[in-house]
């Protein structure tokens, strides 16, 4: 089984397929939140950033 | 007249009247009938001349300001046609974004959201804010944007979701309804501190906290209320670096754990690998009786767990990514992720081996993956684990095939089917009781994506085989709940 999966593994790799993360079943998933918008999280305090982005925008807080 | 003065004049002309007005007043104020009255006058005519003609010298100087005032002027009127022009075209915007706002509501949770075109722009998207060129005067100019401080960036954020369900389970001898807390991926909340050094560089702490009263993983037959359940999930500090990778201290994932998980079919939040987590705390029953072993004791898909460690993660290349991680009671691991996607497939695969420090257990391997084929929403994903033992290897085999569809305008629909083999997982060494299981599941899922909301249905059969022990009845399971992110 192990072969098999690192061989399907190369294979798709010299596909060229770009990298992505993906999201765990049992995590948080990425995406609005019900109350929280389109970014998903509430940022409660912010310091040292670009003026003008508006509340909500996507922070690219990595997942802990 | 002398010459400068005719000169003076002739390139001044509108002064001429002027200058001849102060001299014929001269002799005008002085009579002009007498010689001496004549001469007096011939004086003052000519002084007043004179002093015509110092007054007239500037006067092509004067009339070169008058000529740049009024390029000025003409300047100054085309920037207040341009600028008119501009508000022109902002007042009409309103009215375009209105367009694409009853655009995109008619297209809602479809794949045609991010395809709407803008008015006026068929091909691209259109910016947020459109600047325009400063044709203004300097003063007049947009404010660009700024870097207000010359701190590193500093962003405290919370999220979390709710994940409840109702599972109704016929254990054989009777049939009882549960409110549960979704094991698969309990309720929780994250509070995430991030300080940004600079674009490769960040330094963070992690906590969360799950808050899963009633988790189906504990509920059993005869604990239909297990109380409130607190898990202290991940507490730890980080340090993330794109050229170096991430070092972790505290509680949180092995290395190992998701190298079980791997699975991009849609429905993972009712049917995933650890089929122990939907309801795994309800127990076989033979003859009517409990029999004390329950779902979770005959099936695990042997995926890492979440401990006190110290974790370290290589920097992504080409999709892969190494980790490895220490625990208390010396515990490590290792794994390698890889995740990868065109515009045709999407696949994810991980491996680990680990040493959990297990009474009997030497090493564990566990390995999955998923595929997706972006185009059909076709799908497939398994599941691999074995624990090498000083006795009987349990081994465990788990695969699901799905389909994500756009059943609907809500979000995407997911559907998938699976089966589990789980085989000789000790049960009671001293009575040297092991247990085969088999289960298989069905599931729907379908997102509500603008709300951050999943609805969910699932059904799942088990049966155990129990060497060394009795004939157990089979459990079957259906669940209906919903994850709502906040």
Redesign the interface.
Known sequence: ??LV??A??LL??G????????P??????P??????GES?????????????RPDGAP?G??D? | MHGPQVAGIASARRFIPLQLLAGFSSLAENGVGSREAIMTNKAAFLGSMILGASVLVPAPVAAQTASDLRALIEAQAEQLAAQARQLEEQTRQPEAMRQRLDDLEAAEGTAEVAQVPFEGEPTEPPPAFEVVAPETPPAQTMPERVITSGQPEIEVAISGHINRMINVADDGDSTKTYFVDNGNSVSRVRLVGTGRIDETLSIGTAIELGIAPNPSFRVSQDNEDAGDFTDQRIVQAYVDSTRFGRLALGKGPMASDGAGLQDISGTSVIQYSAIADTAGGLQFVSDGDLTGISISDVFSNLNGSRRDRIRYDTPSLAGFSLATSFASNQRYDGAVYWAGRNDTWEATAAAAVQQPNIDDVDVRLVSSGSMLHRPTGLNATFNAGRDIRDGRDYSTLYGKLGVITELVSLGPTAFSVDYDWADDRPINSAAAITADGSSAGFAIVQDWTRYGTELYFGLRWHKAELRGGDDVDDILVSSFGTRVRF
Do not use: K, N
């Not at chain 1, 998903?40 to 003008?52: A, N």
């Open positions: 089984m192990s999966l690192v399907g593994i798709l790799a596909c060229g397929m770009e990298p992505f993360d993906p765990r079943p049992d995590e948080l998933q995406g609005p939140g019900i109350l929280t998903g999280e509430l940022v409660i305090y912010r310091r040292g950033q670009e003026e003008g922070t807080t990595p802990p």
